[in-house]
């Protein structure tokens, strides 16, 4: 399994970005997709995440109502649409799966992508 994550930037507070996270891999090894995020000095968090089959979502309080993850499995990618993004969001933002966990703990996961930068200006 390969995940490639893409689409981050510098935005101004308030404004909008779209990552996109790209899988490889046998889909039963990938049921889930999962995005993280690390500012830093800080721990790695949970920000949202997709079940592939059924396109269930949960998400992070902190980002409910400003965030949207979907997914396209004809193009095996999943979107991170975020709104309304503030300063405290800037972070580096990355994709995970694992074929068994499917939460908010980022040391289950077993397959990582390469982070995109997500740097918001006040």
């Known amino acids: 399994v390969q995940l490639q994550a893409s689409g981050g930037g510098l935005v101004q507070a308030g404004g909008s970005l779209r990552l996109s996270c790209a899988a490889s891999?046998?889909?039963?090894?990938?049921?889930?997709i999962g995005w993280f995020r690390q500012a830093p000095g800080k721990e790695r968090e949970f920000v949202a995440g997709?079940?592939?089959?059924?396109?269930?979502?949960n998400y992070a309080e902190s980002v409910k109502g400003r965030f949207a993850i979907s997914s396209d499995t004809a193009k095996n990618t999943a979107y991170l649409q975020m709104n309304s993004l503030k300063p405290e969001d800037t972070a580096l933002y990355s994709c995970?799966?694992?074929?068994?966990?499917?939460?908010?703990?980022?040391?289950?996961?077993?397959?990582w992508g390469r982070g995109t930068q997500v740097t918001v200006s006040s």
């Open positions: 891999g046998r889909a039963f090894s990938r049921p889930y």
């Open positions: 995970a799966t694992d074929p068994y966990y499917s939460g908010s703990d980022p040391s289950r996961y077993r397959y």
């Open positions: 997709i079940w592939w089959t059924t396109g269930r979502t």
